[in-house]
């Protein structure tokens, strides 16, 4: 016996990601997987078919997936894609049911058990399989490259023989994942480095990493390891205190992201009017509209004498990484449900009763702090 497992090629524009590496094969083969992936599926980041070992290759990806007992994925696959698969089978990839409902009503329609990642829920055991954390640490590190590549100055400071230049001070706004990283990477390459988040408990991660805490006296700590919107009162607090450190600093990095919503506001456009001349910055939440009231997701624009650089799907542009990462994300999450050969699926544990979106033709829900089998909840 085993458990068939199909790796589909991404078609999204601009998606260089790959669901499976070769490195992770021989895992999931030892759980008792036999690998089938679409021609091709790698060939964004320069991953042959024949780098892949013990893995059969099908170009048709509706023949690829219509005997799968789990699809994987990076994006949400094509309709025909899902009309293809099995009823009853496994498919995990991204999808943030938000964006996707004729997406959701198929996966509903063949009864398909659909584990979102960007659901895994943010607990230490669940570390392992959280994609949207090790997807946020590259973006992170990739912010800081592409202000180091849109700037007219250095980072670090440097002494010549004519004199001394630098450091240029970088502010990063969002103390997350991406957040931290990039404040990690800019201080290792020796730039003055300010943190700022509207969780005040980010400030002692901010410290550690070599960076200053921007203090605004405003505490708006949410659910799930997110912020909460922030009242207007609040607000104009927070836009006082941060005006100035804006108008200092020679590159921003802002990361303030809430998966599946509008990105919330932190650089108006008003305070972009008032930074210096051939400053940067670089807007990691685009995909949700953006940090900056003048960014434009996917672009890359000039206001006046700042540069606006605002990205979408970051960590493709580090696709081999990226996929290494998240196909190990995948295997650890397959690792819980997948035994002796044979998928078997334990709703008491809650990274797979909070991962689940979609099991027997039912949107499933888990209640707060229920560690419980997830109730059924009617489209």
């Known amino acids: 016996m085993y458990v068939n497992v199909a790796i589909l090629k991404e078609t ?88 996707e409902p004729a997406l959701v009503k198929h996966l509903l329609d063949k009864k398909i058990t659909c584990f979102a990642m960007e659901r895994v829920p943010r607990i230490t055991r669940a570390q392992s399989m959280d994609a949207l954390s090790s997807q946020s640490a590259l973006a992170g590190y990739y912010a800081v490259q592409l202000a180091a590549t849109h700037l007219a100055r250095i980072l670090p400071k440097i002494t010549t023989a004519a004199g001394a230049i630098g450091p240029a001070k970088v502010l990063v706004m969002g103390l997350g994942v991406a957040g931290l990283e990039a404040v990690a990477t800019a201080h290792r390459l020796g730039a003055v480095v300010e943190g700022y988040d509207v969780r005040p408990e980010t400030q002692e991660q901010a410290l550690s990493l070599g960076a ?46 809430i998966p599946g919503k509008p990105s919330p506001k932190l650089i108006s456009k008003a305070q972009v009017k008032g930074m210096k001349a051939g400053s940067v910055i670089v807007d990691l939440s685009a995909e949700g509209g953006g940090n900056c009231e003048d960014t434009q997701p996917g672009e890359t624009i000039q206001i006046g004498q700042v540069t606006i650089v ?36 334990d709703w008491d544990d809650e990274i797979l009763a909070g991962t689940v979106l979609t099991h027997d033709g039912k949107i499933m829900d888990v209640k707060p702090k229920q560690k419980a089998k997830p109730t059924a909840k009617v489209a």
């Open 12 to 99: 999204e524009p601009h998606e260089r990601r790959v669901a499976m590496v070769p490195s992770v094969v021989p895992k999931l083969i030892k759980l008792g997987a036999k690998l089938h992936m679409q021609s091709g599926a790698g060939d964004a980041i320069h991953l042959t078919d024949d780098m892949f070992k013990n893995v059969a290759f099908i170009n048709d990806r509706r023949k690829l997936v219509s005997e799968a007992d789990v699809v994987l994925a990076v994006q949400p696959p094509a309709l025909e894609v899902i009309g293809a698969m099995k009823e009853g089978s496994i498919l995990i990839c991204f999808i943030y049911v938000n964006k």
């Open 310 to 345: 605002a990205p979408l799907n970051v960590p493709s542009l580090l696709g081999e990484d990226a996929s290494t990462l998240y196909a190990k994300n995948q295997y650890n999450l397959l690792a819980l449900m997948m035994k002796d050969n044979v998928i078997k699926i």
């Open 212 to 257: 200053k805490f921007v203090e605004t006296g405003v505490d708006a700590r949410g659910k799930g390891g997110y912020a909460r919107e922030l009242s207007a009162e609040e607000k104009s607090k927070v836009a006082a205190v941060l005006t100035q450190h804006i108008q200092q600093a020679d590159v921003i990095i802002t990361t303030a992201a």
